[in-house]
Structures are given as structure tokens and as C-alpha cells.
């Protein structure tokens, strides 16, 4: 494999049992490259290693005069010298291959298990681990997988050089074969501490790591309520134990630098000493001598790359840990599934919770509890993060299609998805039936005024689709990021389209027009919705409540207002000690009169305010209703305000335009409005 051929078409199945099974799996899947940085480094090193026997012939050929053999000698090291150099370039371009190409192999991996897992990868595994692994664990990875050739090729290389002090001057040989398997097995009673600190000084940097990002991620919250020097100070407290822990680290290792140091230089004294002796006693002569010596001084080099695979395998054994916990986590279902490849539409059925979306209805879904909210969501998707019994779609299982079908089935938009930097058309460059383009995509979402401040931030794009979107959309307001994220959604046209809460964000005004707008792009498709807006959900076509996990009642928006009080309690926010004063006798008296009264202004005087067109006037009404201020606004939204007053004369007639004519109908819409209207007294 070469880096000119990543990515990979398959990276394979990796072994996730262990940290070290997984570092075994990963080089045996690059036994090419290993074998190729291997060669490469054995002629590098055996270059060096001759040397030492080229200078000693020449030192015996000049002390013989013998002009020939001089000239044997000086060929010799220019060839070596030209060796060297070929063999460490070339080694070098392996060992760098092997490096990234690995590091590819595990960011494929890591990728591929993030697109499976979904949503339930953070909630599994924290962000700032993910964070971790995903780059400084994989250079930890690589570069191990990197070190592993050279260290083989030094390795021979030093078994090489020692049996061939030995064969050349055996007593002075014998010394250097006993002396540097004790240099390079000295520092191994310091690697399980040295590896301990290492352990311990990534444990705080991914910990200062994940504060950074929850940081980061908040600051806008943070900002809002003062609380940037708080977390500051505890990054900085963070920061600083990182700090002591890699200066104690950095002490371990620097240790065993130093002995790495300090024995090979024992070493040639002590054949330095002995080596003199015998020459002066006239077994050796001085060319064995310098020949042995210069072997000795060169040793050094290679024996650098036991410390070298030593530190790599401290650094990358927790890191591959980290990279297989991660890579080890499963879905809830088999991503291959036991159907064909089908896309399937119609009714969408959730027998857990008896929820129904009929075949190209706007359904609504109002749950109490916002986690509950997202988890079901994720359910209606084929994401379950547990198993259980299967979400059907026109009957069919959705976790038994394979992953790419039920995706494509049904698409799911939580309630804080992420944009990725690019430009906008990048953006919305996703897969997509073609029905709906970016610009009725944009308009249906309300994104004018988003598109007029990316191209404000992007000064040479002239064209909005062309303008550049920062990282997670940082540059935006949560509901213009919120708009943007429905968009891209909308432009897909999935046959189901899930959303939870996607106007949470956004305020009255604009709400009305997004409710509209996806109602309208929407039309004819599948749509669930989750949601407590009254402005969702007096659009939505079927109503459904989920309470402790069934579903409790299903209706239209203003039946279940009135009838249903839990309905009611999680739409208006209605606190139980509201609702029996609400409920109470007088309460209820002064109801009934205002009631009467508004239902005769409704029909006489305030006919004038009624919308023609009934009910499919109902958003462009609510639009004109929130035009009578705060007040109008949060009775007509449905979202009471405990600072603000009834609203009186045209605001309140504003409030109920657009009600249909029909008496009966009237008077219980007026009855419901009164009701909101007290609560917010």
C-alpha cells in the first residue's frame, strides 16, 4: 500500500480484544511495507556496521605499504558510504509509508465505526476520549507501527556486527557480545514505571482535553451566564497537572537516556582497555584494534532504536487500548441485516410505544421528557441503543434491513446536530431523492437571514451557496445553525423524515414561517415531528401524546388542549397548582362569561377579523397574531408569560382571527385561549 493509494477499500476487521492484540493485527495487515522498511534498514545499518572493518584494512594497509590495498579499502567506503545513504533514504520513505499508511487505516476505522454507531458513540464514550483517539492516539499508533522495521533491521544489524567481532578478532569480539545484550536489556526494569507515568500524563491530557471541548462547546451559555472564569480556572488547574505529569514523565525517560548513554561508553573503555593490552602483548594489531573500537563507537547508533521501540510501545499501548474500547462498541443491531436491500414506505409503527405515523401525514410527537423525546426518535430510525422490538415501516422491520436501507428509509434530525466546515453548498451536497432543491430547501427553513450573514463573514463569496461555513457553525446563532441543519434535512426528502425539536431554538415570528414551510415542502411525505410548540402542533395533521414511555392519547392540537391534562401540562408549561386554580369554580364562572362575550365579538364585531380560508389559514393568522405584541404573542403561541398581561380590545381580537366560524367550534377555541390567557394573570 502506498499514500498514494489511501484510502483503503476495506480496512478490515480489526482485533479489539486488547491494546496489543490490536498493535499485532494492525502490523500484520502491513507485512509488505514491514518486509520492505526491513530490507531497507538492514542495508542501512550494515553499511554502518562495516565501516569499522573498512578503516581497519586500511590501517593494515598502510602499515604493510601496501598501495593496493589502500585502494580496496578507500573503494570499500565509498561504496559504503553510497549504501548508507541509499539504504537510509529508502528506509526512511518505508518506515514514513508505514507510518501513515497505518495511522489511515485506524482514522478509516475509527470513521466507519462513528457512521455505524450514530448518535450513541458520545453517548457511550466520552467526547473528549473520541477527540483523543482520533488524533494523537493514532500518531501514537503510527508512529509505533513506523518503529517496529527500523528496530528489527538494528537488531540484526547488532547480531550481525557481534558474530562478526567474534569470527574477527575473537578476544576482544567475546567482550563486545557479552557486553551489549547487557546494554540493550538495562533499561528494562525502568519501562513498567516509566510506562505507569506515561499512562498516567495521558489520562490528564484527555481529561484537560474533554474540558477543553465541553468548554468550547458552551461558551455561548457560559458567556451568558458568567461563568467563562470558572471554567477557566478549572482548565487551568487541568492544564496544570498535565504539565506535572509530563515533566515527571520526561524524568523517567531521561533517565533511561541517560543510561543508554552512559553503558556504551562503559563499554568501549572497558574494550578499549582490554584491546590495549592485548596489543601491547602482540596478539592483536592496531588495525584489529581501531577496527573493534570504531564497531564499538558505532554500536551506539543502532542500539538508540531498542530506547526508540521501547518508548513507542509505551506511548502507543494505551492508545491502542483507547482505539479498540472504542472500536469494540456495537450497535444494538446487526448492520448487515437479514433482509435484502430494500427501501420500504409506508405506515411507521413502533410497537414499543404504540406510536403511528400514518403514510403521508404531519405527525406530531409530545413527550415530557425531553431524553425520553430523543431516544424514541432514534428508535423511529433504526438507531436503538439497546435491542428490543423492531420499529416496522409498511411491516417491515427496520433492524432487520441492512443500515445503508433503513438510513435511507428513514432519516432522523436530533436536536443538536452538527455542521461541518465547508462552504454552504458543501454543505448540502448530501444524498438526495433530487424533488427538492437547495433554494426551496433554504426558503422552507427560513434561512434568508442566515444567508445574508455567511456572506457577510465570507467577503470573497458573492454568491451565498459559495460562502464558508466555520467550524460547527460556530459563527452562527444556535437558531440559524438550527435552520441551516433543517435544510439540509429537507433537501434529502426521505420517504420519513424524523425531526426533534427543530424550531427549539428559533423565536415565535420566525417559528410560524419554518411551521409553515415544512408543512407545505412536506406535503404528501411522512413527517414526525417532536415537539411542544403550539404552532407545530396546531399544524401537524395527528397529534400524539407519549406518556411514561405508551402512548397516552392522539388527537388534534386544540381537542387534546382541552381535554387532556397532561397534554396540556407539558404544551403550556401549566404547573398543578395552576391547574386547580384554573379548574376552580370561580375561575371557571369568570371563564364561561368572557367566554360569551368573546364568542358574540368573534361573530358580530370582530368578524371582520376572521381569516377566510379556515383552517389552512391557520399559519398566516398566527403570524398576524403575534404582530399584537408580547402579549397577543404568547396567547396565540400558547407559550404563557408570568410577567405579562391579558390582552385587551384589538390584541385580543388579533389573538383569535383565524378561528373557523363554525359556533361550536368557536366557542371552544375561545374557551382554551381564556384558559392560557388566565394562566399567564
Given at each position: ?62 602499515v ?42 485506524v482514522?478509516?476505522l ?13 453517548r457511550?464514550?466520552?467526547?473528549g ?26 537488531a ?5 556486527v557481534?558474530v ?10 567475546i ?11 538495562s ?57 506535572h ?21 562503559l ?27 570504531s ?11 531498542f ?39 409506508g405506515d ?14 404531519l ?14 426518535a ?24 441492512p ?24 454543505l ?5 431523492s433530487?424533488?427538492v ?8 427553513a ?16 458573492e ?98 388542549v ?38 358574540a ?15 389552512e ?13 408580547p402579549?397577543?404573542n404568547?396567547a ?20 383569535f382571527?383565524?378561528?373557523p ?21
Amino acid at each position: 500500500m502506498q499514500i498514494q493509494d489511501l484510502p483503503y477499500k476495506d480496512p478490515g476487521v480489526p482485533d479489539v480484544r486488547s491494546g496489543p492484540r490490536f498493535l499485532w493485527w494492525l502490523g500484520r495487515n502491513q507485512l509488505g511495507g514491514q518486509f520492505k522498511a526491513l530490507a531497507w534498514g538492514l542495508l542501512h545499518f550494515t553499511s554502518v556496521a562495516g565501516l569499522p572493518f573498512c578503516v581497519g584494512f586500511a590501517i593494515e594497509a598502510v602499515v604493510d605499504r601496501s598501495g593496493s590495498r589502500l585502494a580496496v579499502a578507500g573503494g570499500l567506503l565509498v561504496l559504503c558510504g553510497f549504501t548508507i545513504a541509499l539504504g537510509d533514504t529508502f528506509l526512511h520513505r518505508s518506515a514514513v509509508t508505514n507510518w501513515i499508511t497505518a495511522a489511515a487505516r485506524v482514522q478509516q476505522l475509527l470513521a466507519r465505526k462513528t457512521a455505524q454507531l450514530g448518535s450513541a458513540l458520545t453517548r457511550r464514550v466520552a467526547a473528549g476520549e473520541v477527540v483523543a483517539v482520533s488524533t494523537g492516539d493514532v500518531e501514537r499508533i503510527g508512529w509505533f507501527v513506523e518503529a517496529v522495521s527500523r528496530f528489527a533491521a538494528a537488531a540484526l544489524s547488532v547480531m550481525l556486527v557481534c558474530v562478526g567481532l567474534v569470527v574477527y578478532q575473537p578476544a576482544l569480539g567475546i567482550v563486545v557480545a557479552v557486553g551489549v545484550p547487557v546494554l540493550a536489556l538495562s533499561v528494562l526494569p525502568l519501562l513498567p514505571r516509566a510506562t505507569r507515568r506515561a499512562d498516567f500524563q495521558r489520562e490528564k491530557a484527555g481529561r484537560a482535553t474533554e474540558l477543553a471541548s465541553d468548554t468550547v462547546a458552551g461558551l455561548r451559555v457560559l458567556r451568558g451566564i458568567g461563568g467563562e472564569d470558572l471554567f477557566l480556572d478549572r482548565y487551568r488547574r487541568a492544564s496544570q497537572e498535565v504539565r506535572h505529569a509530563a515533566v515527571r514523565s520526561a524524568r523517567m525517560w531521561a533517565l533511561i537516556s541517560g543510561i543508554q548513554v552512559l553503558l556504551p561508553g562503559l563499554l568501549m573503555i572497558a574494550v578499549v582497555w582490554h584491546g590495549v593490552g592485548l596489543a601491547q602483548e602482540g596478539r592483536i594489531t592496531v588495525g584489529q584494534l581501531v577496527t573493534v573500537y570504531s564497531a564499538v563507537m558505532l554500536l551506539a547508533y543502532p542500539l538508540r532504536h531498542f530506547e526508540e521501540i521501547a518508548m513507542a510501545y509505551s506511548f502507543s499501548r494505551p492508545s491502542a487500548k483507547r482505539a479498540a474500547g472504542v472500536l469494540s462498541l456495537e450497535r444494538a443491531t446487526d448492520i448487515e441485516g437479514s433482509r435484502e436491500a430494500v427501501v420500504p414506505t409506508g405506515d411507521l409503527y413502533d410497537p414499543a410505544t404504540g406510536l403511528l405515523a400514518p403514510a403521508g401525514c404531519l405527525t406530531a410527537v409530545v413527550c415530557g421528557d425531553p431524553d425520553a423525546a430523543g431516544r424514541l426518535a432514534e428508535r423511529l430510525g433504526g438507531h436503538a441503543s439497546e435491542e428490543g422490538t423492531s420499529v416496522l415501516l409498511d411491516g417491515v422491520p427496520l433492524d432487520e434491513l441492512p443500515l445503508d436501507s433503513a438510513r435511507t428509509a428513514v432519516l432522523v434530525q436530533d436536536k443538536d446536530p452538527v455542521l461541518l466546515s465547508g462552504t454552504l453548498r458543501e454543505l448540502l451536497d448530501v444524498p438526495a431523492s433530487g424533488a427538492v432543491t437547495a433554494e426551496e430547501a433554504l426558503a422552507a427553513a427560513q434561512c434568508g437571514d442566515v444567508l445574508e450573514a455567511l456572506v457577510q463573514g465570507s467577503l470573497d463569496a458573492e454568491d451565498p451557496m459559495d460562502a464558508r461555513i466555520t467550524e460547527r457553525g460556530r459563527s452562527l446563532s444556535g437558531g440559524q445553525r438550527q435552520r441551516l441543519a433543517l435544510a439540509r434535512s429537507l433537501i434529502t426528502d426521505p420517504g420519513v423524515l424524523v425531526l426533534d425539536e427543530p424550531t427549539s431554538a428559533v423565536d415565535s415570528h420566525t417559528e410560524a414561517r419554518v411551521a409553515d414551510g415544512i408543512r407545505s415542502l412536506r406535503a404528501g411525505s411522512t413527517t414526525v415531528v417532536f415537539t411542544s410548540s403550539p404552532l407545530l402542533l396546531d399544524l401537524a395533521e395527528r397529534v400524539v401524546l407519549v406518556h411514561e414511555g405508551e402512548v397516552a392519547a392522539v388527537g388534534l392540537h386544540r381537542d387534546l388542549v382541552h381535554n387532556e391534562p397532561r397534554y396540556r401540562a407539558v404544551v403550556t408549561r401549566e404547573t398543578d397548582e395552576k391547574a386547580a386554580r384554573a379548574n376552580g369554580p370561580e375561575a371557571q364562572a369568570a371563564m364561561t362569561d368572557e367566554a360569551e362575550a368573546q364568542a358574540a365579538m368573534t361573530d358580530g364585531a370582530g368578524a371582520e377579523a376572521v381569516v377566510p380560508g379556515g383552517p389552512e389559514a391557520r399559519p398566516e393568522a398566527k403570524a398576524a397574531a403575534t404582530a399584537g405584541g408580547p402579549d397577543a404573542n404568547a396567547a396565540s403561541a400558547g407559550r404563557p408569560d408570568e410577567n405579562a398581561v391579558p390582552a385587551t380590545g384589538p390584541a385580543k381580537k388579533a389573538a383569535f382571527a383565524g378561528r373557523p366560524q363554525d359556533h361550536k367550534a368557536a366557542f371552544n377555541d375561545v374557551l382554551d385561549e381564556l384558559e392560557e390567557i388566565e394562566e399567564t394573570a
